[in-house]
């Protein structure tokens, strides 16, 4: 038992160095999105802080499954990992609604750039940097049998695919090259849905304890 709970805490800490984490890089895309004059990176930037929503759920999850068991939970709460991992893929399956939205208001219009260097970093500097602790997230949630963190750690590494499409996005802006923006915006979302619904077969699965 005193195992499991040193798991738990791991996970729970790694959970919380990504709040952290991604929390910086949302409010430096807010900020240089503004600035910039780009809606793709501040539409990137809500879809990120969806990311901490489902962060913050995930380290709940860890932080409730640490108590020991009682009269009214007899077998503990492990189980609140697997509920928090249900309600992380609804969040995931809000952020695809949230880009393919966006995606397909892309194709019709553009976005005014005003520092497109600047604004192309940070897209670049996002991807880098969710990709590398996505794999962290992934090893860690291996480790501890944890699937809320590999199902962040998953979504995470897509990041270096909208990050990318968000660069892309940013210079076709620029240059008020048609479409290219939206349909790369729609492609990305598709991945997302994937990744959302893997990660509520899972938790449905785990909560009904199929073997």
């Known amino acids: 038992m005193k195992k499991e709970i040193e798991k738990l805490g791991k996970g729970q800490k790694t959970a919380g160095t990504a709040i952290w984490l991604e929390g910086a890089l949302v409010i430096a895309k807010i900020i240089i999105g503004l600035f910039s004059g780009s809606i793709?990176?501040?539409s990137d930037a809500i879809h990120s802080a969806s990311?901490?929503?489902?962060?913050?759920?995930?380290?709940?999850?860890f932080k409730i499954?640490?108590?020991?068991?009682?009269?009214?939970?007899?077998y503990g709460y492990y189980k609140a990992e697997n509920l928090g991992t249900l309600i992380i893929s609804f969040?995931?399956?809000?952020?695809?609604?949230?880009?393919?939205?966006?995606g397909y208001t892309r194709l019709f219009s553009f976005s005014q750039i005003k520092i497109p260097l600047l604004a192309m970093s940070i897209s670049l500097l996002d991807a880098l940097v969710l990709f590398f602790f996505g794999n962290y997230?992934?090893?860690?949630?291996?480790?501890i049998n944890a699937q809320?963190?590999?199902?962040?750690?998953?979504?995470?590494?897509?990041h270096i695919f909208s990050s990318?499409?968000?660069?892309i996005g940013i210079l076709a802006a620029y240059y008020q090259i048609p479409y290219i923006e939206g349909l790369i915006t729609i492609i990305i979302s598709f991945l997302i849905l994937k990744i959302g619904l893997t990660a509520?077969?899972?938790?449905v699965f785990s909560l009904m304890d199929v073997s």
């Open 40 to 42: 793709v990176l501040i």
């Open 51 to 61: 990311d901490i929503l489902s962060i913050i759920t995930s380290w709940l999850g």
């Open 65 to 74: 499954s640490q108590k020991k068991a009682d009269k009214r939970f007899a």
């Open 91 to 102: 969040l995931i399956l809000y952020a695809f609604w949230q880009m393919i939205t966006h």
């Open 137 to 143: 997230e992934i090893k860690i949630g291996k480790q």
């Open 148 to 158: 809320s963190l590999t199902a962040m750690g998953k979504e995470n590494k897509t």
């Open 164 to 167: 990318t499409a968000v660069f």
């Open 200 to 203: 509520l077969k899972d938790s």
